[in-house]
């Protein structure tokens, strides 16, 4: 089978990585197509790769995996959507703009709603199969134990906090919590704070954030782009509305939200920014939504074997073995003229 790869920001690197390994593994062709954008980002210089639309056409693909919204529609190959975050409360996670032909969801409750939709626009298949960014955690949970340990005797502190707002203007708490990040960091010196932003976030506030990291010992800015191995690492996470809350809370530790739109909280979220010494003390040490994070388990993401990336694979070939492989998608003359305009031949 012949695989694309297919990247328009750089989150998408940690989530078709392990989807890579495994075509890799049992001997199928893949190539990878990185946005001219992010190219400077790209970690796996050495593999397969392009910033060309005009190569994917020649490529001839039986499968196009996209942890994204768009594709273009005149590649050949399955359009298969394997999404790229957990929330589905944001505005358009459930939006069906008729590019893909197989969604892999990752829990149950995706799975529903998508099914839904495939019953509604009967164009599309669904399948659940996990997230494949999460099978690290089934084989490399402690892998950064290591360094944690050493980070947290060299700032000569105990907790790793993970600060993590999502990028979105009226849903970031970046703007709001400036000097209340500057004050924990001064007057609790055993927490080691890591800030770790969407790619997205605007300059702006990232520019605020790199200069308090300068200026305070205790607060580091991280540059890495994958950011599982900072949720690895970190004791307790603030945030916001961002679908990474998901992937910590799967870790079974404590998350601390700032006006979070989800109509079903089962962690700590407050709506007064000047709370936040006081939850990260109380989250730090009571843990009072640790019972009802199981919630979270068995609808998000039920799959702990590290198999997702495995069964995403078999399952765009369990659907060209039924189907065939796509030559063309069909599209309204909207979607073909967003599409024509976004990527260029």
Known sequence: MKCVLFCQNNYAFGILEPIRAYLAANEHDYIWYVNPKIISDFPYANEPHTSAISDLVLYVSDAIFVPGNEVPHYLRGV????????????????????????????????????????????????????????????????????????LLAKHNATKVLLYAPTFSPKLTSAPHLVDQIKALAAQHPEYLILLKFHPLMAENWLEVYRKIALETPNIIFETEKNIIKFLLMADVMISDTSSVIYEFLLLDKPVITFKNISKNIVWENSFDYQALENLVAKNSTEDTFAATRKEIYDNYHPFNDGKSAERMVKAVEDYILKNGVPEKRKLSLFRRYKINKMFSL
């Open 79 to 150: 359009k298969v959507q394997v999404f790229h975050g957990f929330a589905g409360e944001k505005k358009g996670h459930f939006r069906i703009r008729h590019y893909f032909d197989l969604y892999l969801t990752q829990g149950p409750y995706f799975t529903q709603k998508f099914i839904a939709l495939k019953n509604k626009f009967k164009n599309f298949e669904v399948i659940e199969t996990g997230w494949p960014k999460l099978d690290c955690y089934a084989t490399e949970k402690s892998k950064f134990e290591r360094e944690k340990l050493e």
